[in-house]
Structures are given as C-alpha cells and as structure tokens.
C-alpha cells in the first residue's frame, strides 16, 4: 500500500506504471492511495521492488503485507 503527495496520484501511477515486477496498481481512496500487486518468487526481489517503489519522488510512504497462497 502507498501513499502519495497529495495532487499527485497521476504523475505517481504513471511512475510507479513503469517499474518492473509491478503486477497491478490500484487507486484507492482512504488512507492509502494506491493498492500494488507485486508478484515475486523470494523475498529479495520483494525487497527490490518496494524499494524502487520507495525511491520514486512522488512516494511518501510505503505499508508491505506478505500474503500466502492457501491451498
């Protein structure tokens, strides 16, 4: 989950939209503005993205969730 400069949630998609490993990107409202979907086999390339994810200018704040597949 991600948190923006307030004004701008659309140069903020628009960056984040590039950056690899990024399965979906979904604008919320409440106190996140963006959901991310991150699909990844370890926990180093998890830890990769969301610190591209962190360095992109527009970010103010980051909340990572781990799921698991229940089978």
């Known amino acids: 989950m991600v948190n923006v400069l307030p004004g701008n949630e659309r140069v903020a998609y628009n960056e984040l939209n590039r950056i690899e490993g990024i399965k979906d990107i979904y604008h919320v409202f409440g106190e996140y503005d963006f959901v991310i979907i991150i699909e990844v086999d370890d926990l180093g390339n998890l830890n ?3 610190d591209l994810i962190r360095e992109t200018d527009n970010v103010t ?11």
């Open 48 to 50: 990769s993205i969301v």
């Open 61 to 71: 704040a980051t909340q990572t969730i781990v799921g698991a597949e229940l089978k």
